[in-house]
């Protein structure tokens, strides 16, 4: 493992993406940062790609020259404190509670090279149609109108335009049968969600495979996590895994991401191929519509 690479902690990276929205939305570009900071001309990239750390002067110089609102200064400042005490050293894994638990999630999604997830359930909220979205939400009891609905229902429709975008990044789906069969709504709700899949297949950048129920493996498809790629580099890879109410990021130590990685494996080797998968998906959608 490379220094450098060894150096990213996943705050870090983090502090770097902050860093770039609020330069765009104060529209300017890295190399007018850097030289407000008299800095190198790549030295905002390297900052933003999370390739290097930056110090608590040029930070507070950076977030006066982006008009940071208090929030942002507030939470920009902690993801910096959390990666300098974390950089160099092995790390224990994130907790985030509360509000702020899925907005790496969103972050790492957006500047990954690659995001593999597994989906044990219920699936993927990127992967979901509208009506399966708002008829999930309806069954917890909620106001399948009501405004918690639709922003859950806007937030994937924001992420799915990462599957279909111009440069989109690589997307894998292990999924269990479990997850394609559990009704969720209507049946035609679900006959429209396994096609919706069905079709997301057939794109280059989109792989999809399903574990059936004869496998003999179940203990390995038991668990739903997702694993972040930024670049070739697998030592900088992020496995998230959700839980109630908050969400762990383990980004480090190398022998935890890499445990997740031959997890991963195992259900490649024992989930049907993307042909097959497809097959399998359309022939389900079949049934619930009754064709």
Known sequence: MSSTSSSITMQQRQLGN???????????????????????????????SGKVGISEPDLESLLKLYKATPKDKLWCRELAKGARRRRGRP???????????????RDFEQSATEVMMVGSEILPGILQTED??????????????????ED?????????????????????????????RRQIGYSTTMADQLDYLAELALRSNINIQVVPFNTLSYEDIAYAFVIFRFDEDTSTDIVYIEMYDNAIYIDRPADAVGRYHELL????????????????IRELASQFAGR
């Open 91 to 105: 790390s224990e894994p994130m907790l985030y509670r509360g509000p702020k638990w899925f907005r790496p999630f």
């Open 132 to 149: 399966y979205t708002r008829s999930m939400f309806a069954g917890r009891g909620s106001d399948p109108n009501g405004k918690d609905v």
């Open 265 to 280: 494996s195992r259900l490649y080797g024992i989930a049907l191929g993307p042909v097959e998968s497809r097959n399998f």
């Open 152 to 180: 859950h229902v806007r937030i994937r429709k924001e992420r799915q335009e990462l599957l279909t975008r111009e440069g989109a990044g690589q997307f894998s789906f292990v999924l269990s049968e479990s997850a394609l």
């Open 18 to 48: 902050e860093l770039r929205k609020l330069r765009e939305a104060a529209q300017l570009t890295q190399e007018q940062a850097s030289e407000h900071l008299g800095k190198a001309h790549n030295k905002v990239t390297r900052v933003e």
